[in-house]
């Protein structure tokens, strides 16, 4: 570089790296694509965002379809001094110390976190991060008698039979996780772990916990069979969003996570992020980049890379906070915009082996977020002069560097280490980036409409299969196509999907079988 574009690099770090010195979080735009004028240009949208994300903070109708509240950046302040808080924490500790045991008395070991979504992936994120990947009886959480921590978070039979194989049920803790309490791959896997613990002569609501909202079919459920216990969680609160409330905490607390500083870092962030200088507020300036980079469209993808194994879920955290929040059909005037942000991610130094090459040479329609941890885990010397930790940030700037040199662009931020602090304050970043951006482009960032249609289409295709499974029973043996089928069950326009029902039959019942017939590029199916 020459010097005079050197020195406009250095100025450009300076100017637009914004720091909290004491927890040494920092963020650095200096590496996208922006102008002064064009952060001037936003001024107008600055202030709407400041605006409605005091209403939000203000408790104010902020979710107009559902007519909610949006309160988890006002109700983390709050919740450390709050009895439900103390109430998880004392139930915690009884399991911790042997007082609340299973049925057979022997002290819990593990605790299945049941939930999918927003009920799963921050209590991933934070047990990966936190943790580690290895749990053994050696590390210091299994010593002092926090629990091992495994999810279902899919309805899955794989997933199911791979935890029924290491689980101990009688010293396993089941946490069921739903906000509306009737998510059914959730309560799929509840259905089937009853079903285990009475095949085992086991008391499942002795081994039992539910975290949902009051008056829920898990509610109802979890009380009418007197569970061990069930927290409550708020109305107001998003499942994407949930990770500082009830959701991450009993997680947490059950593991020697140590949820109160976590809470802190994510209220340090809160106040940061309610700087009035739009320039040295990072969630605006944050979602200001996002917005200049993808022209208000979202056209261009946000890579996630932490340079850092222990933060390799963040990518799938963010995927649905961003992408659920973001993408949506309609604007809050009900204009058609179909906007959103594409996110995905892994970790730094491993990606460069998988998707850089893309990134460096090929489609420029991205900018990347590097996160750097600066503390090394371990000092493990590779040569005189360069060790472990070296490497991984050689290739972290090498990387960086060669990326800018083709013109890409990047964010990034750096953290001293991955603590629950650190992790308070980057949820709490990202989740009022995403309020904040919200208001740039006009869209409700707290429901999800499209996840409706999903929900709607899979009961249509479990209602076509009751039916033409009862026909075909009726009929009492049959043979031929899918096209011959679905006409005899008296569905003759669902040939496609009853094809793909009898597939799946024909490799689970031993009534269905099929032959592929090589003629016809057909399979032909037996049902006794
Ligand atoms: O917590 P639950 O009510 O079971 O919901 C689990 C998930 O369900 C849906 O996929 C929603 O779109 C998510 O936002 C939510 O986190």
Same mark, same amino acid.
């Given at each position: 570089?020459?010097?005079?574009?050197?020195?406009?690099?250095?100025?450009?770090?300076?100017?637009?790296?914004?720091?909290?010195?004491?927890?040494?979080?920092?963020?650095?735009?200096?590496?996208?694509?922006?102008?002064?004028?064009?952060?001037?240009?936003?001024?107008?949208?600055?202030?709407?965002?400041?605006?409605?994300?005091?209403?939000?903070?203000?408790?104010?109708?902020?979710?107009?379809?559902?007519?909610?509240?949006?309160?988890?950046?006002?109700?983390?302040?709050?919740?450390?001094?709050?009895?439900?808080?103390?109430?998880?924490?004392?139930?915690?500790?009884?399991?911790?110390?042997?007082?609340?045991?299973?049925?057979?008395?022997?002290?819990?070991?593990?605790?299945?976190?049941?939930?999918?979504?927003?009920?799963?992936?921050?209590?991933?994120?934070?047990?990966?991060?936190?943790?580690?990947?290895?749990?053994?009886?050696?590390?210091?959480?299994?010593?002092?008698?926090?629990?091992?921590?495994?999810?279902?978070?899919?309805?899955?039979?794989?997933?199911?039979?791979?935890?029924?194989?290491?689980? %101990?049920?009688?010293?396993?803790?089941?946490?069921?996780?739903?906000?509306? $309490?009737?998510?059914?791959?959730?309560?799929?896997?509840?259905?089937?772990?009853?079903?285990?613990?009475?095949?085992?002569?086991?008391?499942?609501?002795?081994?039992?916990?539910?975290?949902?909202?009051?008056?829920?079919?898990?509610?109802?459920?979890?009380?009418?069979?007197?569970?061990?216990?069930?927290?409550?969680?708020?109305?107001?609160?998003?499942?994407?969003?949930?990770?500082?409330?009830?959701?991450?905490?009993?997680?947490?607390?059950?593991?020697?996570?140590?949820?109160?500083?976590?809470?802190?870092?994510?209220?340090?962030?809160?106040?940061?992020?309610?700087?009035?200088?739009?320039?040295?507020?990072?969630?605006?300036?944050?979602?200001?980049?996002?917005?200049?980079?993808?022209?208000?469209?979202?056209?261009?993808?946000?890579?996630?890379?932490?340079?850092?194994?222990?933060?390799?879920?963040?990518?799938?955290?963010?995927?649905?906070?961003?992408?659920?929040?973001? $993408?949506?059909?309609?604007?809050?005037?009900?204009?058609?915009?179909?906007?959103?942000?594409?996110?995905?991610?892994?970790?730094?130094?491993? %990606?460069?082996?998988?998707?850089?090459?893309?990134?460096?040479?090929?489609?420029? %329609?991205?900018?990347?977020?590097?996160?750097?941890?600066?503390?090394?885990?371990?000092?493990?010397?590779?040569?005189?002069?360069?060790?472990? $930790?070296?490497?991984?940030?050689?290739?972290?700037?090498?990387?960086?560097?060669?990326?800018?040199?083709?013109?890409?662009?990047?964010?990034?931020?750096?953290?001293?280490?991955?603590?629950?602090?650190?992790?308070?304050?980057?949820?709490?970043?990202?989740?009022?980036?995403?309020?904040?951006?919200?208001?740039?482009?006009?869209?409700?960032?707290?429901?999800?409409?499209?996840?409706?249609?999903?929900?709607?289409?899979?009961?249509?295709?479990?209602?076509?299969?009751?039916?033409?499974?009862?026909?075909?029973?009726?009929?009492?043996?049959?043979?031929?196509?899918?096209?011959?089928?679905?006409?005899?069950?008296?569905?003759? %326009?669902?040939?496609?999907?009853?094809?793909?029902?009898?597939?799946?039959?024909?490799?689970?019942?031993?009534?269905?079988?099929?032959?592929?017939?090589?003629?016809?590029?057909?399979?032909?199916?037996?049902?006794?």
């Amino acid at each position: 570089m020459r010097p005079e574009k050197m020195n406009n690099w250095i100025e450009r770090n300076i100017e637009y790296t914004l720091v909290d010195a004491e927890s040494q979080f920092s963020i650095d735009f200096a590496g996208m694509k922006f102008s002064p004028a064009e952060l001037d240009a936003l001024q107008p949208k600055f202030e709407r965002a400041a605006r409605e994300m005091g209403r939000i903070e203000a408790g104010e109708i902020k979710n107009p379809d559902e007519k909610r509240k949006v309160t988890h950046f006002s109700d983390r302040k709050v919740y450390p001094q709050s009895e439900l808080f103390a109430s998880v924490e004392a139930f915690a500790e009884q399991v911790r110390s042997g007082k609340i045991t299973g049925e057979t008395g022997r002290k819990f070991e593990a605790v299945v976190v049941n939930g999918i979504g927003g009920s799963a992936l921050g209590p991933q994120l934070m047990q990966f991060a936190i943790n580690g990947p290895y749990w053994n009886e050696k590390t210091d959480a299994a010593r002092n008698g926090y629990l091992k921590l495994y999810f279902l978070d899919n309805t899955d039979s794989a997933e199911f039979a791979d935890l029924s194989e290491v689980m %101990d049920p009688e010293t396993t803790l089941h946490l069921v996780i739903s906000k509306s $309490g009737g998510t059914q791959e959730t309560k799929n896997n509840m259905i089937a772990m009853e079903e285990l613990y009475a095949a085992r002569k086991l008391s499942f609501p002795k081994h039992a916990a539910a975290i949902t909202m009051k008056g829920s079919e898990l509610d109802r459920h979890a009380r009418g069979s007197n569970w061990l216990a069930v927290f409550e969680m708020a109305e107001s609160i998003g499942g994407r969003t949930s990770e500082t409330s009830i959701v991450g905490h009993v997680p947490a607390a059950l593991t020697g996570v140590k949820f109160g500083r976590f809470l802190e870092g994510a209220c340090r962030m809160d106040e940061w992020t309610r700087t009035a200088d739009p320039r040295k507020n990072p969630a605006m300036m944050l979602a200001a980049m996002w917005y200049i980079a993808g022209e208000g469209k979202g056209n261009r993808n946000m890579v996630i890379v932490p340079y850092s194994d222990r933060l390799i879920l963040l990518s799938r955290y963010m995927q649905q906070l961003v992408m659920e929040s973001l $993408g949506k059909e309609l604007d809050l005037d009900g204009r058609v915009v179909h906007q959103g942000l594409n996110v995905f991610g892994n970790k730094g130094g491993t %990606d460069a082996h998988a998707f850089i090459q893309q990134l460096n040479d090929g489609r420029d %329609d991205f900018f990347a977020t590097f996160i750097e941890v600066l503390k090394d885990a371990e000092k493990l010397p590779i040569t005189d002069s360069t060790d472990m $930790g070296t490497y991984l940030h050689g290739f972290l700037e090498g990387l960086s560097a060669a990326l800018r040199g083709k013109g890409r662009q990047i964010i990034t931020i750096r953290v001293p280490q991955v603590s629950e602090l650190e992790l308070g304050m980057l949820i709490a970043l990202y989740e009022r980036a995403v309020a904040i951006y919200a208001e740039f482009i006009n869209i409700n960032a707290f429901h999800q409409p499209g996840v409706q249609s999903y929900k709607l289409a899979a009961k249509g295709v479990l209602a076509l299969r009751e039916k033409v499974m009862a026909k075909l029973a009726e009929l009492g043996g049959i043979t031929g196509t899918a096209i011959e089928i679905a006409e005899k069950a008296g569905c003759p %326009d669902d040939a496609v999907e009853v094809g793909a029902l009898l597939d799946k039959a024909a490799v689970n019942c031993p009534a269905v079988s099929r032959k592929f017939c090589e003629k016809s590029n057909q399979w032909v199916y037996t049902v006794k």
